[in-house]
């Protein structure tokens, strides 16, 4: 690859001119090929970007969101936009099925990490900083949409926490949103699907140049067999807890809900409902002691818990650092950020550039070209840099990974993901998460 030398402002202009070709008006698009709808973390990381060059689109994006949410408080993990040919759809998902789905909204039946609190103060901030209407239109929105948001992370800690372990379950990798990451290998391969399911034409095959970068159909035919039970069940929170074959504790996930539930408690001291920011951060508390209920003594890491087979996911993913995110024992927080500072990570000798890598080079199950099975996402590196400065921990680990992503970007594709040794852009190009990181740590408050 070469070496590109981009000013700031080129990477930024060059951002914010993609997330305005990805942009539909209300809704941008995940990428504008491979992905031609809403997805929901998708969606929160876009309307960072955006509040960076307009509070009034980035409130647009998050509106979008909160039109699809389920009436028991869930955000679908995707919003389908205009009527393009899209696998698996709406007919797949069929979420009219559902009592709690949304009649004039077409979703899918899942839900993805819980990360739009963040966006909704980075929007509340940007409009601050702007002043006058923007910042009348961000208070506006945030004041009047808290318990919206409110009614999201009460349902996750209702519906997904039953047991009250401050672990959030998923049903399904997608809703993870690291869909083939080696963390869910153990637990696919007890997944049998009983229908064979058709994989009709995978967009994701269309636009890589090897389909070895992407999960395999027969991953896909679980994939769709766990749609398939889900659907059977009407999405019925209890009956899909008791029903489908994959049911795992997220750790990485249950993280990201204990930030979360903190920022939204912000929001709520601010607009007085104090009543409700005391209950955030006594969720925010319970999912931080989940996640440190989980750490390995032996590695360090963090660990996914299989309910159905009762046992831990020892595999060394970038989700064994949620402890480092959600901010937990300080000692933990230290192992885990020389853990991730050194060579078995970000310091890896083989890595063209020192950010995190999905998946452990010395795993034996890192492949480096295989999506969310070793490469680098940009976005993952903005969300341990923004929790790292947020902490003021370890400054001189995020610092390192935001200079670094900077000089990966600098390669202008916005890609989905990055090869590690090479720092080739893989996936989709146009990726609207990675312009809107770009636009963030370019023009963003701490650029
Ligand atoms: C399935 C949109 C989404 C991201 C996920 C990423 C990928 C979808 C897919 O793309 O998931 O939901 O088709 O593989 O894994 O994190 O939100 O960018």
Same mark, same amino acid.
């Given at each position: 690859?070469? !070496?590109?030398?981009?000013? *700031? ?39 960072? &970007? ?20 389920? *009436? ?42 819980? !990360? ?14 702007? @002043? ?33 372990? @401050? ?66 069940? *009407? ?59 989980? !750490? ?37 927080? *230290? ?6 500072? &050194? ?105």
């Amino acid at each position: 690859m070469a !070496v590109i030398n981009v000013s *700031r402002e080129l990477l930024a202009a060059r951002a914010a001119y993609i997330l305005r070709g990805d942009d539909l008006g209300e809704l941008t698009t995940a990428a504008p090929q491979l992905y031609p709808h809403l997805w929901s973390w998708d969606a929160a990381f876009v309307s960072i &970007g955006l509040a960076t060059v307009s509070v009034p689109r980035a409130i647009a994006e998050l509106r979008t969101l909160l039109r699809a949410q389920w *009436r028991n408080g869930m955000l679908p993990h995707i919003v389908f936009g205009p009527d393009v040919d899209y696998f698996p759809g709406p007919d797949v998902w069929d979420s009219a099925c559902a009592a709690a789905a949304p009649r004039d909204v077409r979703t899918s039946g899942i839900c993805q990490p819980p !990360v739009h609190a963040i966006a909704v103060r980075h929007v509340l901030a940007a409009g601050r900083r702007n @002043g006058g209407a923007d910042r009348e239109l961000a208070e506006r929105f945030a004041e009047g949409t808290f318990d919206r948001w409110l009614a999201w992370h009460r349902w996750l800690a209702e519906a997904r926490d039953p047991s009250r372990r @401050g672990l959030l379950e998923i049903y399904h990798s997608w809703e993870s949103g690291m869909d083939n990451s080696p963390r869910w290998d153990s637990t696919y391969a007890n997944v049998a699907p009983k229908v064979d399911l058709e994989v009709r034409s995978r967009r994701d095959l269309q636009h890589v140049a090897d389909a070895s970068q992407r999960p395999t159909d027969a991953e896909y035919r679980r994939y769709l067999w766990l749609v398939h039970q889900m659907r059977e069940a *009407r999405y019925d929170d209890d009956a899909v807890r008791e029903t489908v074959d994959f049911r795992i504790t997220d750790v990485f996930m249950s993280a990201i809900l204990a930030l979360a539930a903190d920022e939204l408690a912000e929001v709520g001291d601010e607009f007085g409902r104090t009543d409700e920011a005391a209950e955030l951060r006594t969720l925010a508390a319970r999912f931080r002691a989940g996640v440190l209920s989980t !750490v390995s003594d032996e590695t360090g890491l963090a660990r996914d818990e299989d309910i159905r087979a009762d046992t831990w996911v020892e595999t060394e993913t970038i989700a064994g650092f949620a402890p480092l995110l959600c901010g937990a024992d300080p000692s933990v927080v *230290r192992r885990q950020a020389a853990l991730l500072s &050194g060579p078995q990570w970000c310091d890896h000798p083989a890595l063209r550039y020192a950010v995190p890598p999905s998946t452990s080079p010395t795993s034996p199950a890192f492949r480096p070209r295989t999506y969310w099975r070793g490469p680098q996402w940009p976005v993952m590196n903005w969300l341990f840099c923004w929790a790292l400065e947020r902490q003021g921990v370890a400054p001189a680990l995020a610092a390192r990974i935001r200079e670094d992503s900077l000089r990966q970007l600098a390669d202008l594709e916005f890609g989905e993901y990055y090869e590690p040794l090479t720092g080739e852009a893989l996936g989709s190009a146009h990726q609207s998460w990675t312009a809107a990181v770009a636009l963030d740590w370019t023009l963003g408050p701490a650029a």
